[in-house]
Nanobody, 115 residues
Framework: QVQLVESGGGLVQAGGSLRLSCAAS????????MGWYRQAPGKERELVAA???????KYTDSVKGRFTISRSGGKNTVYLQMNSLKPEDTAVYYCNTEIANREYWGQGTQVTVSS
């Protein structure tokens, strides 16, 4: 069992920055990849960025060069640094991991970017 708790969302003007955090607890030794997803109203949930235990990262094209995913030295906290935010980044952001083919999700944190 793994619990994921996100924090750091909020309201920001276009061009601003936010940093999201996700702390994992429970069977964290089983965690390899951690990721951030987002879901905007009326849209499907999409992968934003992911990072493996070894530090390999991937990003969806729309955030490349603006967002940076990182992981704490203890590997149980993942961050998403979001710069140059755009109104289209507005969504609920969810932390995610998968262990033994079971997915775990955080409760989500709202990010709203005003134009």
């Amino acid at each position: 069992q793994v619990q994921l708790v996100e924090s750091g969302g909020g309201l920001v003007q276009a061009g601003g920055s936010l940093r999201l955090s996700c702390a994992a607890s429970g069977s964290i030794f089983s965690i390899n990849t951690m990721g951030w997803y987002r879901q905007a109203p009326g849209k499907e949930r999409e992968l934003v960025a992911a990072i493996t235990r070894s530090g390999e990262t991937k990003y969806t094209d729309s955030v490349k060069g603006r967002f940076t995913i990182s992981r704490s030295g203890g590997k149980n906290t993942v961050y998403l640094q979001m710069n140059s935010l755009k109104p289209e980044d507005t969504a609920v952001y969810y932390c995610n991991t998968e262990i033994a083919n079971r997915e775990y999700w955080g409760q989500g944190t709202q990010v709203t970017v005003s134009s």
